[in-house]
């Protein structure tokens, strides 16, 4: 496994240009050549909800309720709800051949290393998520503490662009925990990334056309 990485730090960004980036640097990962960490955070309160569920019309402002590009249950994010990060392999890396489930685990062992508190991974029957708020059910491979409860998630999309793999945890990390916990997992050495102009651009034109967009919000899954 290749143990060049970038690392992309990003500002707070509204919730419908956080996942078009993320489509973004999805769609180029063949550009990049090798896995990208994305560490970002929201400039509002927000709720992301998975690919194949339904618009959950019982919660707030539609402008903050986005659907992600990956499945997974709902996720709050804001100010001191969650630390959320992103990891994007280019098609071929060892990521992408692994299977699912173990490039899930793989990448929340990094997760758990990062976290001071005592954590494993969940090893458990799956239960359908559909429906479900993503902290309230652990499946296997989540991170949790000794006693069962769900510290960290996240969802994959997996295609002809590479792995995306969008990542939440329910605690405020340090940046620099999170980064340690893949370098020691994964033996990373990390190049800082910035954006290329086609990269910014195509997250831009996903914000207006598509994330921002009752068409993809609300589109039947």
């Known amino acids: 496994m290749s143990r060049f990485w970038y690392l992309l730090r990003c500002p707070a960004a509204s919730p419908a240009y956080n996942m078009a980036l993320d489509e973004a640097l999805w769609r180029t990962a063949a550009c990049r050549a090798r896995p990208l960490l994305r560490l970002y955070s929201w400039d509002r309160p927000a709720v992301t909800f998975g690919y194949f569920q339904k618009f959950p019309e019982h919660l707030g402002a ?5 659907r992600r590009p990956t499945g997974g249950g709902i996720v709050y994010h804001g100010d001191d709800v969650d630390t959320t990060y992103t990891v994007v392999a280019p098609p ?73 793999h969008q990542g939440s945890i329910a605690a405020r990390v340090n940046p620099e925990q999170l980064i340690q916990g ?40």
């Not at 539609?62 to 986005?66: G, H, K, R, S, T």
């Not at 954590?119 to 559909?130: F, K, M, T």
């Not at 651009?201 to 207006?208: C, F, G, I, P, Q």
């Open 92 to 164: 071929g890396h060892s990521l992408h051949a692994l299977p699912t489930q173990e490039s899930y685990n793989l990448l929340h062992r990094a997760v758990a290393a990062a976290l001071a508190q005592k954590s494993r991974l969940a090893n458990l029957p799956a239960i359908p998520r559909g429906g479900y708020e993503c902290f309230q059910n652990p499946v296997p491979g989540d991170v949790v503490t000794e006693d069962g409860s769900k510290l960290a998630g996240g969802a994959q999309r997996r295609g002809r662009n590479g792995l995306l």
């Open 182 to 221: 893949f370098c020691q997992v994964f033996d990373a050495e990390f190049a800082e990334y910035a954006l290329t102009a086609e990269e910014a651009a195509l997250a831009e034109r996903l914000t207006v056309e598509k994330y921002a967009t009752r068409t993809w919000n609300r589109r039947i899954a």
């Open 62 to 66: 539609e402008d903050a309720v986005i």
